[in-house]
């Protein structure tokens, strides 16, 4: 079964950095492409990132461009997440996703705090 499990979340001081891991399995990696989502408390989960199966082509909504950078390692099975100059407001829970078959599926998720 498809399975994804995300690492790297933490606390950071406004213009910190963190790197987010997910490793993926049950599944063909580098057929799919992979997306970073997050859902900020009282917020619908929104999507972040997004890269192609090859990791050719890449998607960033406008308020992280610049700041986030998503790439992947189809050998490892894993898709990155690099977060520099964070701010407040991209505190949230993020996880990442993929639809497999027309199925959406979403890791549990790992927490990002970013405050002074």
């Known amino acids: 079964q498809v399975q994804l499990v995300e690492s790297g979340g933490g606390q950071v001081r406004p213009g910190g950095s963190l790197r987010l891991s997910c490793a993926a399995s049950g599944f063909t990696f580098s057929n799919y492409a992979m997306g970073w989502y997050r859902q900020a408390p009282g917020k619908e989960r929104e999507l972040v990132a997004q890269i192609s199966s090859v990791g050719g082509a890449t998607y960033y909504i406008d308020v992280v461009k610049g700041r986030f950078t998503i790439s992947r390692d189809n050998a490892k099975k894993v898709v990155n997440l690099q977060m520099n100059s964070l701010k407040p407001e991209d505190t949230a829970v993020y996880s990442c996703?993929?639809?497999?078959?027309?199925?959406?599926?979403w890791g549990q998720g790992t927490q990002v705090t970013v405050s002074p």
């Open positions: 996703g993929c639809r497999v078959q027309r199925v959406d599926f």
